[in-house]
DNA sequence: CGCTTTCGCTACGCCCCGTAGCGTAATGCC
DNA sequence: GGCATTACGCTACGGGGCGTAGCGAAAGCG
């Protein structure tokens, strides 16, 4: 959300319901017409406003349709299953459920691509989609520590480090199948990539630069 | 590319040179606009040809974008390092060496996104861009099988399941890193996705349904 | 030299963008 | 209750890209 009154000061307080209204249009003009073909008129048309509405509100379409994604990823929760490969296998399951939505599908990876060449985006992007996500990561890795099935990275550096590192290749495995295989990520696949990605968190732990093999 | 003399009939043929100096527009129009702001106008004056010129050879702007970009995956190569762990390096190393490239960056995922809801459009995707880098994928399992730091795999659909598995988390790693997370997919962070990844792969032999800890 | 296809060029209707201007509605402050 | 302030709906507008049609000229093939 970009709005919320500035300071509290006087006026016409703005329609939160209006918000609401907004962004849910935005998500079923994104079910119908997909982002190219997607216009602020026929936004502020499902959601009964105007179309000045939406641009005293957002700079554009791309401000827009993040907010309206990101709402998606607001359901994210790391479930307690007792061990951290059922961790994973529950997180990713949620993120593949969300991506498999076709308002997550053709908003998000636009956005991402209109990113690389406005940092303002890619800001905007980073902080209401992307740390949501990662936190998920970090608390994930925390528990397993707690219950001794992840060794304790001392060096807060390289523990953010592999943090993203981890990040990186769960949301990237589950983007490129949903969208690029445009496979479903389903429990079959999910617990094949849980097990390559937790032998491979096994091997984390040594020092690098010194490539090795498994044996 | 789609043109081609049909059949090798009469009449003027269309000229080749107008095909690589529009390929090459594209690109320069991505690096200079990206996609959302990209027209057909100015890469036909770019190229330096009629826009409807454009319009006889690609239905419209997404094809055109996944010819241009497809180019760029041409010079991938699978390096012989000598050693499996090596050679993932080389072939991570070069694949984020492409999507570091601002046209692909704005170009690839913009198409990909639109893609979610063009059936002809993922064929097309997948046909020029994702099977080209999936062989690669092949050829270093069958290596690594030879060398024998790999076991054989005798049923071909499970093998062909792995396959998949091993593509999307290798493209979708190095995607994620490069456009979403905004970084460089440098040595270091390549060696310690190969070492993940590497360990990860030791995992795969065993059966399905059992989701067992490395320890 | 005819046939065929491509090419460059111009022109056109269509639609969306983003903004300006106006009158009206909903608040907070005094 | 009046007043300043801000949000809202509505209309209108210039600008520009889209995709197509039509034409004459050019470049091959037999």
Same mark, same amino acid.
């Given at each position: 959300?970009?709005?919320?009154?500035?300071?509290?000061?006087?006026?016409?307080?703005?329609?939160?319901?209006?918000?609401?209204?907004?962004?849910?249009?935005?998500?079923?003009?994104?079910?119908?017409?997909?982002?190219? !073909?997607?216009?602020?008129?026929?936004?502020?048309?499902?959601?009964?406003?105007? !179309?000045?509405?939406?641009?005293?509100?957002?700079?554009? !379409?791309?401000?827009?349709?993040?907010?309206?994604?990101?709402?998606?990823?607001?359901?994210?929760?790391?479930?307690?299953?007792? @061990?951290?490969?059922?961790?994973?296998?529950?997180?990713?399951?949620?993120?593949?459920?969300?991506?498999?939505?076709?308002? +997550? !599908?053709?908003?998000?990876?636009?956005?991402?691509?209109?990113?690389?060449?406005?940092?303002?985006?890619?800001?905007?992007?980073?902080?209401?989609?992307?740390?949501?996500?990662?936190?998920?990561?970090?608390?994930?890795?925390?528990?397993?520590?707690?219950?001794?099935?992840?060794?304790?990275?001392?060096?807060?550096?390289?523990?953010?480090?592999?943090?993203?590192?981890?990040?990186?290749?769960?949301?990237?495995?589950?983007?490129?199948?949903?969208?690029? @295989? +445009?496979?479903?990520?389903?429990?079959?696949?999910?617990?094949?990539?849980?097990?390559?990605?937790?032998?491979?968190? +096994? @091997?984390?732990?040594?020092?690098?630069?010194?490539?090795?093999?498994?044996?």
């Amino acid at each position: 959300m970009q709005s919320s009154t500035p300071a509290g000061r006087a006026g016409r307080p703005r329609s939160a319901a209006a918000d609401t209204a907004i962004l849910a249009a935005t998500r079923a003009a994104l079910v119908d017409l997909g982002w190219s !073909k997607l216009t602020l008129q026929d936004v502020a048309t499902r959601a009964g406003v105007a !179309k000045t509405t939406l641009y005293r509100r957002w700079v554009g !379409k791309n401000e827009l349709v993040v907010d309206a994604v990101a709402e998606l990823f607001d359901e994210l929760r790391l479930p307690d299953r007792g @061990s951290l490969a059922a961790d994973i296998e529950g997180v990713v399951l949620q993120f593949a459920a969300i991506l498999a939505r076709p308002e +997550a !599908k053709s908003g998000l990876m636009a956005v991402v691509a209109e990113s690389t060449r406005d940092a303002a985006l890619r800001e905007r992007i980073r902080t209401s989609i992307v740390e949501r996500q990662k936190r998920l990561v970090l608390e994930g890795r925390a528990r397993a520590q707690a219950r001794g099935e992840l060794p304790v990275e001392p060096d807060p550096v390289e523990a953010a480090r592999t943090a993203d590192l981890i990040f990186d290749v769960v949301a990237g495995a589950v983007v490129h199948r949903t969208l690029v @295989s +445009a496979e479903a990520a389903d429990g079959e696949w999910v617990r094949s990539f849980a097990r390559v990605l937790l032998w491979g968190l +096994a @091997s984390l732990p040594h020092q690098p630069g010194l490539p090795q093999d498994p044996e």
